[in-house]
Every structure is written in structure tokens, then in C-alpha cells.
């Protein structure tokens, strides 16, 4: 192994051992810089499960080459909403031999915003 190849190596292995450690504290900031604002960022931060995390794909309408050509004069504005079922009625689903973490989710969604 070259010792380029080796510095390469060092590196990358540092930047995920030693990154967190600046990131401490905010953890959500340190899972953003590796996941982006993907599922696992949103549901390390809202404390859901992976497959109650919702996210619905960005409306293209506004983009400058989309058809006709030109600024449309608007964007989307992300919308997160969490949502937490495990109380109906003021009775805890727990009572009923629910998972407590099952019964959380999380969407993402967009809103059109006029500029």
C-alpha cells in the first residue's frame, strides 16, 4: 500500500471516529453529516422507528428547466409533522400491549411558497 493510499485510509477512518466527538453536542447535527435528511436522521431524531418515517419526494414544478423555461417565482418549504398515537381517548395503548415507539411516526411533506 502506497503511503498515500495509507493517509487516505487514516483520514476517512479518523473523520468517522473523531467527527461525533465535535458534533457531541448535538447528536442530530452529527447524524445529519453522515445521513443527510434521510430516515435514519429523522428517526434518530424524533425517536421513531426507520418505518415510520415518511417521506414524500420533492415537487419539481418550480425548478428553472422545467417546462416553460424560466423562474416560476415560487420553492418548497420542507414540512415535518410528528405525530404521536400512543394515546387515544386519554387511554395509553401500552394497556393493550402496545410498543411504545411503534406508535410514533414522523412525515415529510412540502408546501408550495409563492416568492
Known amino acids: 500500500m502506497s503511503p498515500d493510499a495509507k493517509l487516505t485510509t487514516v483520514l476517512i477512518i479518523a473523520s468517522f471516529v473523531f467527527l461525533p466527538w465535535f458534533f457531541r453536542d448535538d447528536v442530530s447535527l452529527a447524524y445529519s453529516y453522515f445521513f443527510g435528511d434521510g430516515v435514519e436522521y429523522y428517526a434518530h431524531h424524533y425517536g421513531v422507528l426507520p418505518e415510520n418515517v415518511h417521506i414524500e419526494k420533492e415537487p419539481h414544478d418550480c425548478v428553472y428547466v422545467a417546462s416553460p423555461f ?19 381517548g386519554g387511554i395509553s395503548l401500552e394497556e393493550f400491549g402496545g410498543h411504545e415507539i411503534s406508535n410514533r411516526y414522523v412525515f415529510v411533506t412540502y408546501s408550495k411558497v409563492q416568492d
Do not use: I, L
Open 70 to 88: 424560466g423562474k416560476k417565482f415560487c420553492h418548497y418549504a420542507k414540512v415535518v409533522t410528528f405525530e404521536d398515537r400512543r394515546k387515544q
